[in-house]
T-cell receptor, first 112, second 116 residues
């Protein structure tokens, strides 16, 4: 139980375009989901906390207009990177909270 | 705000030997959770072990055990009988019970290499 999926697992996009990453809790309902960013050989950096039916809470320094988060249902949260630039290339991980936080497998974003 | 520090960026251990990964944290709260997560090359985060601060008994999960020293704010992970599959990045994490909406605060990570 407590499986979280992410789609896509790897995406390449051109600079200036937008890309959407989906995070789904497959066998439980998650009122809270979290989005993290991870650079190579570094720790996870929390970007935002997403609560179902309400606006996401962004961490200091994270541009809410650039990283749009939507949590439309108890099993789905999406992260849209708008007008992506090469510096947005990173590994994005979501987690969903049931009793514990369960992590998705991550999405590698490459912006060319 | 809580902070988590892992002072060992890299560690190595021989297969079948024992290794201890260090973690210290800073908090003013009296009740909280501590975790060790493993991130193998696949980059999937895997929960290794969890400790509730109000429990004095150290948590154990098979070959994994912790040494929780609340007064010293120390939470080390011991891996016994190390296996090649234990090679990964290990993150120590803190979670408040009262505040911060159950967010996790991670340490910087320790890269563990297991030598055959």
């Amino acid at each position: 139980g407590a499986v979280v999926s992410q789609h896509p697992s790897w995406v390449i996009c051109k600079s200036g375009t937008s890309v959407k990453i989906e995070c789904r809790s497959l066998d439980f309902q998650a009122t809270t989901m979290f989005w993290y960013r991870q650079f190579p050989k570094q720790s996870l950096m929390l970007m935002a906390t997403s609560n179902e039916g309400s606006k996401a809470t962004y961490e200091q320094g994270v541009e809410k207009d650039k990283f749009l988060i939507n949590h439309a249902s108890l099993t789905l949260s999406t992260l849209t990177v708008t007008s992506a630039h090469p510096e947005d290339s990173s590994f994005y991980i979501c987690s969903a909270r049931a009793h514990e936080q369960y992590f998705g497998p991550g999405t590698r974003l490459t912006v060319t | 705000a809580q902070t988590v520090t892992q002072s060992q960026p890299e560690m190595s251990v021989q297969e079948a030997e024992t290794v201890t990964l260090s973690c210290t944290y800073d908090t003013s709260e009296s009740d909280y959770y501590l975790f060790w997560y493993k991130q193998p090359p696949s980059r999937q985060m895997i929960l290794v072990i969890r400790q509730e601060a109000y429990k004095q008994q150290n948590a154990t999960e098979n070959r994994f055990s912790v040494n929780f020293q609340k007064a010293a704010k120390s939470f080390s992970l011991k891996i016994s009988d190390s296996q090649l599959g234990d090679a990964a990045m290990y993150f120590c994490a803190y979670r408040s019970i009262i505040t911060s909406g159950s967010r996790l605060t991670f340490g910087e990570g320790t890269q563990l290499t297991v030598n055959p």
